[in-house]
């Protein structure tokens, strides 16, 4: 069985899309640094309770576990413990049976797992560059179905046919 490692944010929720629009309303500078401090302070309960579920999501990824061809792990960045309890407990809601790995935004998904041959769904091209790097394999989830060079998909469940 392969690992297949799925991010949270812009994959499974809108958070990202959620919390991006309020650093807008608030005029957070665009420099990383900025967008770092922001995040640590972000209401993350408020985010969550405005964000909503990207495509069936939780169906899809159960769905994945099911087929029993993947050890599937939900590989989210987080910029707080209060941003990984909320994000776990919320996951817990909908999946039981998944593993959940916070990575402290500082710290490259690369860095947490074993990535050789290792299946990574991100939102974010370049983590899937880091990834692929890294001698994993890299799936870009965009609505748009834009794959900015890596294999897409707009609905989960579609890992099940891709692989």
Not at 14 to 28: L, R
Request: hydrophobic letters at 40%; charged letters at 35%; proline letters at 2%.
């Amino acid at each position: 069985m392969k690992n297949l490692y799925i991010d949270f944010d812009g994959v499974i929720y809108n958070s990202i899309e959620v919390s991006y629009k309020m650093a807008e309303e608030e005029k957070i500078n665009r420099d990383y640094e900025s967008y770092y401090q922001f995040f640590k302070n972000l209401d993350w309960c408020g985010v969550l309770e405005e964000s909503t579920e990207i495509n069936d999501a939780f169906n899809c990824i159960q769905k994945i576990i099911d087929c029993s061809r993947f050890n599937v792990f939900i590989l989210t960045h987080v910029v707080s413990l209060k941003e990984a309890e909320l994000k776990v407990k919320l996951i817990r809601e909908h999946l039981e049976d998944v593993t959940i790995i916070p990575v402290p935004k500082k710290i490259s998904k690369t860095k947490m797992v074993k990535v050789k041959d290792a299946i990574l769904v991100d939102d974010y091209p370049e983590n899937l560059r880091e990834w692929k790097e890294a001698g994993g394999i890299g799936v870009r989830f965009d609505l748009d179905m834009d794959g900015k060079g890596f294999p897409v998909i707009c609905k989960l469940d579609e890992l099940i046919e891709m692989f």
